[in-house]
C-alpha cells in the first residue's frame, strides 16, 4: 500500500488564528488526495477532494473559503483551518488512492482550538 | 441519506474468541466494501476489502462476508487478540466515484 504522512502530529491553536496541515505521499505521486475530519468518537467524514493543480471539490456543508486546500506537487497537499474557532477541534486526516478501488489514510493531525 | 451503519457499537470478548462485527448498507448501487481498524489516535489501516460480485472473502486471520439480499456485510476475526482491540470501520464506495462512505464504527475490546 501507499506510505502517508501528516505534519504537524497535532497542534493547538488560539481561537482566531490559521492552522496549516501537511499531508506528504511518500512513495506515490497522488494527483488526488482526500481531507477527512473525525470529530470524538464519530465515524470519519469526507471533507474535500484534493485535485493536483486545480480545485479542490467539497462536500456539502463544507466552507471552501474557511478550510483551504493546495495540491500543488504530486506528492504534497495542505489544509488550511482559517480563523479556527473551538469547533473546529477534531482530527483530521488525509489519503490518497492509488488505484481506483485502493484508499491509504496518514497518521491524522489532532487540532485543539482554545 | 443513504449510508453505511453498523450494528453494534461495542463489542467485547475474550482473547481466543471469533469476533464477528456486522455492518448493513443501504446503497445498492455500491460495488466495493473495505473495512479499516483504527486505533486511538491513529488513521484507519486497511484490513481486508471485498467487491460486490463476491461473497466471501480471506485474508490472514480474517474474513469477509457480503450478502447483497439484505445489504450486509460482515468481519469475521479468528482467534482475537489483544491487540486487535480498536475501532472497526467498514466503508463503501459507490460505482460512480471514488470517495468512500464510512460507518460508524465498532469499538472492539478484547481481555486477557
Known amino acids: 500500500g501507499a506510505v502517508v504522512s501528516q505534519h504537524p502530529s497535532w497542534v493547538i491553536c488560539k481561537s482566531g488564528t490559521s492552522v496549516k496541515i501537511e499531508c506528504r505521499s511518500l512513495d506515490f505521486q497522488a494527483t488526488t488526495m482526500f481531507w477527512y475530519r473525525q470529530f470524538p468518537k464519530q465515524s470519519l467524514m469526507l471533507m474535500a477532494t484534493?485535485?493536483?493543480?486545480?480545485?479542490?471539490?467539497?462536500e456539502q456543508g463544507v466552507e471552501k473559503d474557511k478550510f483551504l486546500i493546495n495540491h500543488a506537487s504530486l506528492t504534497l497537499s495542505t489544509l488550511t483551518v482559517t480563523s479556527a474557532h473551538p469547533e473546529d477541534s477534531s482530527f483530521y486526516i488525509c489519503s490518497v488512492a492509488p488505484r481506483r478501488n485502493e484508499q491509504f489514510f496518514g497518521p491524522g493531525t489532532r487540532l485543539t482550538v482554545l | 441519506g443513504e449510508s453505511v451503519g453498523l450494528h453494534l457499537p461495542t463489542l467485547s470478548v475474550q482473547e481466543g474468541d471469533n469476533s464477528i462485527i456486522n455492518c448493513a448498507y443501504s446503497n445498492s448501487a455500491s460495488d466495493y466494501f473495505i473495512w479499516y481498524k483504527q486505533e486511538s489516535g491513529k488513521g484507519p489501516q486497511f484490513i481486508i476489502d471485498?467487491?460486490?460480485?463476491?461473497d466471501k472473502r480471506q485474508g490472514q486471520r480474517v474474513t469477509v462476508l457480503l450478502n447483497k439480499t439484505v445489504k450486509h456485510l460482515s468481519l469475521q476475526i479468528a482467534a482475537t487478540q489483544p491487540g486487535d482491540s480498536a475501532v472497526y470501520f467498514c466503508?463503501?464506495?459507490?460505482?460512480?466515484?471514488?470517495?468512500?462512505?464510512f460507518g460508524k464504527g465498532t469499538t472492539l475490546s478484547v481481555s486477557s
Open positions: 484534493s485535485n493536483e493543480g486545480s480545485k479542490a471539490t467539497y
Open positions: 466503508a463503501e464506495k459507490l460505482q460512480a466515484g471514488t470517495a468512500l462512505i
Open positions: 471485498i467487491r460486490s460480485n463476491m
